[in-house]
């Protein structure tokens, strides 16, 4: 793991894993599980934004001076999905199957044009503009999940 | 440092950009049924009048409305490189390719020059414009198999022009290009198999992962696939010059290479982590299925001489590729990209929460997609029978023509609730 398009990229698969999880629960509308799934789901995306918005786009903005460009689009895409993600929450507090099956949809959608945009274009070009910087980055992203887990 | 080329992170167009595209697609699709309903004579051979303008109508009028209303969406997500002038460009190429393809259409069944010759100039104003916009568009692009694939796709695209051009140039009496049997083949191939199934690959590898949460395709597939295809195209178009052996050759890896792309996008999907009914889910898989039919129909005839030289053989062809596959898989991609969008705008405008505006779900009612899809494959079914009985054909248009409306009516649908909840469509 030594490119933030793989660490980050990987943590993009496996939050995508647990997305599924907790949409296959709530379709066969088994809400305990439902629950603990989407609780784990909504954790490690709260997780992976926080790890973009406190250390890699302040690191990007400050070596490539684009403080308005692409990491503005990605930060207010981030409150798109917060947005939906506690929809989601108080569906399935609600035991909403509709509503929750809705919000899911289209937080796919949004969720996985948005990570085609940071793998496709600005996790490559963190790699390219951080140089060696990077390393250091990724140690702090990692020790900021060992954080949160405890 | 200044903007690297290839990164934009431009907010999306505009909804109404692509959707002009999109709700005049199924006109076009309802002029396909209507001339299939009023003429049944006509569907005994491939060279009718009515066949080649219903042709046109689902190639350019359905088919090609859409994917460039998609590509000028899509661009900017998959390629970081939106097309320059996005919006002239939009306005040109959606009103000549309307006019044009309405012209050509004309050309066909009055075979008066005039027509032809207006359907020429604006369709080729239309893909001039449109071309140059994506060949810029694409040269800035962050490379990917996407791109790869959507660079042979237009590549095939600007071949198809040019020899549609000559050929309607020709009947319109004007001009008599050399060759012209292998022009005809190479303008048929390139446009079904250049353009249409290597940009349905090249999307593929993005939207099958991404709406299912399947795996990726492998990327020693995806590296390759477009690039393989496209040249053994240009082999095949050169058969007639090529020892028969190796034409056949040609042909047996060009229909290798697309049963490849099937089975690994029928495997991909049995692995999707997604499993919710879904109704794009389902048109994929017509239009898979259909493609696996189309090679089957078509190996068949490589076999059987007698097959090969029937009036039914192309027909069947033609139905299963256009209708089965592409119609399908295109239908199925409207589903997605315009609930999506209806909902983006919605929320980009209003700055609203997600319990304050419809969820993508409820732009488009789930029942009427499902009923739409019904009469879709009623219509593929009907049709695929009216090569040999010509008189099915009332019933298949029938049925296509109101597949279609409803099509447009759920497109429509979208656009209305957009607006009654307070979007701006302009
Ligand atoms: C996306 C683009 C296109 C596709 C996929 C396409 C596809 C086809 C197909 C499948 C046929 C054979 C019809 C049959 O066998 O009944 C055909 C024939 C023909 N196409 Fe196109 N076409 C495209 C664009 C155009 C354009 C832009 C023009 C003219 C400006 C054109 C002019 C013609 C002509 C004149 C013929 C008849 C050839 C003849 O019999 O003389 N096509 N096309
Ligand atoms: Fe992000
Ligand atoms: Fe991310």
Known sequence: ?150 | MSQPAGLSFEQAPQFSLPLRFFLTAPLFLIAAAILIALSPDALASRWTPQVLALTHALTLGFLAMVMLGALMQMLPVVAGSPLPALHLVARISHVSLVLGTAALMTGFLTGKAAAYGSGVVLLGVCFAVFLVAAATSLARAVAGVTVNGIRFAVLGLTLTILLGVALALLRAGWWTPPAIESAINAHVSFGLVGWVLLLVVGVAYQVVPMFQLTPPYPPRLSRWLAGALFALLLLHAAAPVLPPVAARIVDALLAAGILLFVAATLHLQSRRRRKLPDVTLDYWRLGMASLIASVAVWIVAQAWPAWADSDAYPLLLGTLFIGGFAASVVNGMLYKIVPFLAWFHLQAQLQATAGSIPTMKDMIAERWMRGQFRLHLIACVLLLGVPFWPQLGIAAGGVLALSAVVLWINLLSAVRRFIAHGGDFY
């Open chain 1, 1 to 150: 793991m030594n490119t933030i398009l793989d660490f980050l990229g990987s943590d993009h698969h496996a939050c995508d894993d647990l997305f599924a999880s907790a949409e296959a629960a709530v379709a066969q509308k088994n809400w305990d599980s439902a629950r603990e799934q989407f609780g784990r789901f909504q954790a490690a995306m709260a997780h992976h934004f926080t790890m973009e918005e406190t250390l890699l786009f302040p690191a990007f903005e400050s070596r490539t001076g684009m403080s308005t460009g692409p990491t503005q689009v990605m930060r207010m895409e981030h409150a798109q999905m917060r947005d939906l993600l506690q929809g989601m929450q108080d569906a399935v507090a609600a035991a909403n199957q509709n509503s929750f099956l809705g919000l899911s949809e289209t937080l796919n959608m949004l969720m996985q044009q948005h990570n085609l945009k940071e793998e496709n274009m600005l996790y490559p070009m963190s790699d390219r503009v951080l140089g060696s910087e990077r390393e250091s980055l990724i140690r702090a992203m990692q020790a900021s999940g060992s954080q949160d887990e405890t």
